[in-house]
């Protein structure tokens, strides 16, 4: 932002001291005599107030010259620029004008309505009028800041956006909030660090929380790692730590194995409707080591990303949450031989899934991510048994994992590790088979650069005979204690080889016989384009990342999603956490690729959101919600048609005079003020309150208004 200063005036007067403006406002009056008749006769007495915003509108707009032309527009008492509205003394003009000169309606020019269109109604209101009877007009981002070289013209628009704002707020009404009742409580679903982080902190402030797990045991991707950066922590001890705290806070009731079905509803009463699938298995069966033993089934692990077998009967891990083994219905054959085993009716083969409603005043979306599955053949993925991905290799270096912590693979031990980043991240199209969607991932998936070279890191610690190539295009450590791993990585002989995402390494099974299985091409850009050949035992893919799978969820809930697939916010830095559905918000890398510690900051982030929302028991609704005029409804049920939201308007029958007939009713807590149903109502019954058909009418006849030359500029 540019300082008031006196090379800042002296450039404001240069700027404009070109042709001369006039506004031609005679055409005005007639209008505007009609428009006070018809707002009851009100003496409509408006303040109009141009900000500077320290130079960054006055240095291309003569903010002077603009108030100075709204002075002369009907209803304006009072029109003045000023160096920052947005500042304490700023304010205080508008408070003081309302007090002493009697204005009730006011115009504030200045920046975008999202950053201080709060604050002008709190002015606003502390003067002692309705927050409503407030105007805001954008000036910056619409005006200064894009016509930067064309001073003359953006001072022109400064003009007519100011008048359009003017011209609509002679015809602003009162309005009130509408105010809910709101449960407090909320819904967290997903289950990992960034969700229990979030029911952690919303539980602290004694609100209840309700955690909807998918999985049939808490922790998500975390559990699965070994020694997470940037601590080289055991990942399973710091999400303990969390998961302990959740399991003793008495405001947290967990369902795992559990999915939404149905959701209505508004911010303070979302109606939820979740289905539990049955664990099938007490916790105190006794004899789990046995039932594995005779279970017939086997399937791939997926905790340990398929690199080994499972029985239908299982638990992921010892220690995990909670600790007993579950049936996996879909595989399971219902053969019986589990039943032969351990304390009798411990065992239900029989059990049914279970559906229950609640009813939380907020939900947090914390669903979490998927590794990139790469296609087959991708970097010789599923063909190469030696071709692994990240993951797997987080697995193989796990004390409890398919190798019990040995670094082997197909059988074999690993001398000789090809490290290859951005795989499934950073894609290019043309270069890269897309999704099915049509897409390619084109964004960075961020964790993955610090997750290679920390498994780097540890595979020099405990097999420190191991040699690592790592072919990467950027490395992009960046967070905190992040680096620590590349200089770490450099200074342990880790030799890395830089390719470009246009030339791709080339991963083939080495000829039978050969030492290594595994052979990797490279045009290492490092040594100016050398083709480097690198004979390996194992090719780890650092896989990037996805969101999980939740289009049903998006369905039910209406949140949106990126062109990356994220969910996506409503705004990246004011808003980061906050949907566009009130009292629905996001955690964690539902929202994109984050490490655990910016998902536990999301988590944190959400739960204050949660929280402001909740505390109170009461939400408030901003009035911009469709209005009925009864008199000019006809009951076409259009807007009924149409409407994108659930029950926010309907048809009621009505009985008057012994004549029985419809007309549409909105319910305020429902309607998003989406103004669907005003553009296809055939009566121009409905309006969209604070915006109505009235108030637009104006103000495209102030913008169409000829605006030649400011007279005395
Ligand atoms: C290979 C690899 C290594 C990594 N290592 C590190 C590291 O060392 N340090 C670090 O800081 N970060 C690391 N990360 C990143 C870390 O895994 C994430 O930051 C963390 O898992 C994000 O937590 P989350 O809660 O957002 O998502 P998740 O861990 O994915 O948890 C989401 C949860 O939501 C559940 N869920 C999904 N859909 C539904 C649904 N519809 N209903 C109910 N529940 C649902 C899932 O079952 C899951 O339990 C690594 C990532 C990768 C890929």
Not at 51 to 68: E, H, Y
Not at 302 to 330: H, T
Not at 579 to 600: D, F, K, Y
């Amino acid at each position: 932002m540019t300082e008031p200063n006196e090379e800042n005036k002296e450039k404001d007067v240069k700027n404009n001291s070109e042709e001369p403006i006039t506004v031609h406002v005679d055409e005005l009056k007639d209008a505007v005599e009609k428009e006070i008749a018809d707002a009851g006769g009100e003496d409509i007495k408006i303040g109009v107030y141009v900000c500077q915003c320290g130079g960054n509108i006055s240095d291309v707009v003569r903010t002077d010259l603009v108030a100075k032309e709204l002075e002369k527009f009907p209803n304006v008492v009072v029109s003045r620029d000023f160096i920052f509205m947005c500042s304490d003394s700023g304010q205080e003009l508008i408070k003081k004008d309302i007090q002493e000169k009697g204005i009730n309606r006011v115009v504030v020019g200045s920046c975008s309505p999202f950053l201080h269109e709060t604050t002008f109604r709190k002015a606003v209101s502390s003067g002692g009028l309705n927050p409503y009877l407030y105007t805001h007009v954008g000036i910056r981002e619409q005006d200064s800041w894009v016509h930067a070289d064309h001073p003359k013209e953006a001072t022109e628009l400064a003009v007519h956006l100011m008048e359009a704002g003017v011209a609509k707020a002679r015809l602003l009404e009162p309005l009130k909030p509408t105010e809910i009742k709101a449960k407090k409580h909320a819904l967290v679903i997903g289950g990992g660090i960034a969700g229990l982080q979030a029911a952690l902190s919303i539980a602290k402030a004694d609100l209840k929380v309700t955690i909807v797990e998918k999985s049939h045991f808490l922790g998500g991707r975390v559990a699965q790692w070994d020694t997470v950066f940037p601590t080289d922590e055991d990942a399973r001890a710091v999400l303990n730590r969390v998961i302990e705290e959740v399991l003793a806070n008495p405001n947290i009731t967990i369902h795992t194995g559990t999915e939404l079905i149905a959701a209505k509803g508004y911010i303070g009463e979302f109606n939820i409707r979740l289905r539990q699938q049955p664990r099938g298995v007490s916790e105190d069966f006794d004899g789990l080591d046995e039932a594995i033993k005779v279970c017939p089934v086997e399937v791939p692990d997926e905790f340990n990303f398929g690199l080994s077998k499972r029985k239908a009967i299982y638990r992921p891990y010892d220690g995990c949450v909670p600790s007993g083994a579950v049936i996996d219905w879909e595989h399971c054959t219902k053969c019986g031989e589990c039943l032969k085993v351990g304390k009798k009716g411990s065992i239900n083969l029989d059990e049914t899934p279970h559906e229950f409603d609640i009813t939380v005043g907020a939900v947090v979306v914390a669903t979490g991510f998927d590794p990139y599955e790469p296609f087959k053949g991708e970097f010789g993925y599923g063909e190469i048994p030696e071709v692994i991905t990240l993951p797997q290799l987080e697995r193989i270096l796990s004390k409890d994992g398919p190798t019990k912590g040995k670094l082997e693979v197909n059988g074999h031990p690993v001398h000789n590790i090809a490290m290859i980043h951005c795989v499934g991240s950073r894609q290019k199209e043309g270069v890269h088979k897309p999704q099915p969607d049509g897409k390619v991932n084109d964004y960075c998936s961020r964790v993955c650069c610090t997750a290679t070279l920390s498994a780097a890191k540890q595979i020099h610690e405990h097999f420190p005979d191991t040699n690592i190539f790592d072919l990467y295009q950027d490395i992009r450590t960046y967070g905190r204690g992040h680096e620590d791993y590349y200089i770490n990585a450099s200074k342990n002989g880790v030799t890395f080889l830089r390719y470009f995402a246009e030339e791709i390494p080339e991963v083939t099974k080495s000829p039978e016989g050969e030492k290594n299985p595994v052979m990797v091409k490279v045009k290492d850009h490092l040594t100016w384009g050398y083709e480097v050949e690198v004979p390996v035992d194992l090719v780890v893919l650092a896989v990037g990342m996805m969101p999980t799978p939740i289009q049903d969820l998006i369905g039910m809930l209406k949140v949106s999603q990126g062109n990356d697939r994220f969910l996506l916010e409503v705004h990246p830095k004011l808003r980061p956490v906050e949907t566009a559905i009130a009292g629905i918000v996001l955690a964690g890398t539902a929202q994109g690729p984050m490490t655990i510690r910016e998902a536990s900051y999301a988590g944190q982030a959400a739960a204050s959101k949660v929280i402001a929302m909740l505390i109170t028991g009461q939400v408030e609704l901003e009035p911009f919600v469709a209005k009925i005029d009864p008199e000019r409804c006809e009951g076409s049920g259009e807007c009924v048609k149409y409407c994108p939201q659930e029950e926010a308007i309907r048809l009621e029958t009505f009985t008057e005079d012994g004549r029985t007939f419809q007309r549409a009713v909105v319910s305020p807590a429902n309607c998003n003020g989406c103004g669907v149903c005003v553009s296809v109502c055939p009566n121009r019954a409905i309006n969209i309150q604070g915006w109505t058909l009235d108030q637009f009418d104006a103000m495209v006849e102030a913008l169409a208004m000829e605006v030649s030359v400011l007279e005395d500029a």
